[in-house]
């Protein structure tokens, strides 16, 4: 099993980038997939995940409504479409990947990093102001 996370850079406040997540080795229905971020000296946090079996999508309250996780198409790849975004977005951005239902319900398994079992490097998001 493998994941790429790609599409970090540097933006403005106020502006928008979208992070993908290539994944490889694994049949996408039966996982459902998660955005983690991480600044240094802090622990991980999760941010919004997706359970591709159903659908379903949960998001921490820090972004809801600026924040979209979503499967592209037919394409194993899961983008997190991130508009509005703040300076206090800035973090080292990681997808990672658990077979279902291992995070059911997503509200309260679906962002915590230690139920996750496949873990793709990170892409840096930097927002300048």
């Known amino acids: 099993v493998q994941l790429q996370a790609s599409g970090g850079g540097l933006v403005q406040a106020g502006g928008s980038l979208r992070l993908s997540c290539a994944v490889f080795?694994?049949?996408?229905?039966?996982?459902?997939i998660a955005w983690f971020r991480q600044v240094p000296g802090k622990e991980r946090e999760g941010i919004s995940c997706?359970?591709?079996?159903?659908?379903?999508?949960y998001y921490v309250d820090a972004v809801k409504g600026r924040f979209t996780v979503s499967r592209d198409g037919a394409e194993d790849t899961v983008s997190l479409q991130m508009n509005s975004l703040k300076l206090e977005d800035t973090a080292v951005y990681y997808c990672?990947?658990?077979?279902?239902?291992?995070?059911?319900?997503?509200?309260?398994?679906?962002?915590?990093?230690?139920?996750?079992?496949?873990w793709g490097q990170g892409t840096q998001v930097t927002v300048s102001s």
């Open positions: 990672a990947a658990v077979v279902n239902p291992r995070v059911s319900p997503l509200a309260k398994y679906g962002l915590d990093h230690n139920n996750y079992d496949y």
């Open positions: 080795g694994i049949t996408l229905e039966h996982y459902t």
């Open positions: 997706i359970d591709l079996g159903d659908g379903t999508t």
